[in-house]
């Protein structure tokens, strides 16, 4: 009789670390799924600040090359004012998040896409990251310059256009 209690011993002793094993796989499992879940968050949220950044960057390199793009001639490809050219005026890194930066002049009245007559164009952020993540960004910038009562700028040079801040402006397209 005592032989028959050990060997129930034995398999009641399996039994409770099988239970016990099976438990610390789930939970190990949890704990593994919820840290990829964090990280492909921050990934996400990484890739949509990178889109903000380049935002950024092209409102600089818009103000820096207004003079010397033609008044951003050089930078806005024929197309249509309510779709962006299909090849992006340039590439930026951001924290090694590739981000391309679109524009497209806005409709501003002269029914011509390649000519910006004022003073603003729609800027697109694409940032794309690994495993298909893609954030994008569109902005209204441009400058902020005093006009006078005949809707043209004040006789102000390209140069002096230049020197002020490009702006961002809320989207009502």
Not at 21 to 45: F, G, P
Not at 125 to 147: D, H, K, N, Q, W
């Amino acid at each position: 009789m005592a032989y028959n209690e050990r060997g129930m011993a034995l398999i009641n002793v399996v039994l409770i670390l099988s239970v016990l094993l099976a438990m610390a796989h789930i939970l190990a499992e949890k704990v593994w799924q919820s840290t990829r879940q964090t990280a492909d968050a921050n990934h996400r949220e990484q890739v949509f600040w990178a889109a903000q950044a380049g935002i950024e960057a092209a409102r600089q390199l818009l103000s820096d090359d207004y003079a010397g793009s033609g008044g951003w001639r050089t930078f806005l490809a024929a197309g249509t004012t309510s779709n962006y050219p299909s090849s992006p005026a340039w590439v930026t890194q951001v924290n090694g998040v590739e981000v391309e930066i679109y524009l497209r002049d806005n409709p501003d009245g002269d029914d011509d896409v390649r000519h910006d007559n004022d003073l603003k164009v729609f800027v697109l952020a694409r940032a794309r990251g690994r495993v298909g993540v893609e954030a994008m960004v569109e902005s209204l910038c441009g400058f902020s310059v005093p006009e006078n009562g005949e809707n043209e700028r004040s006789g102000w040079t390209a140069n002096e256009i230049a020197d002020q801040p490009v702006a961002t402006y809320g989207i009502s397209d």
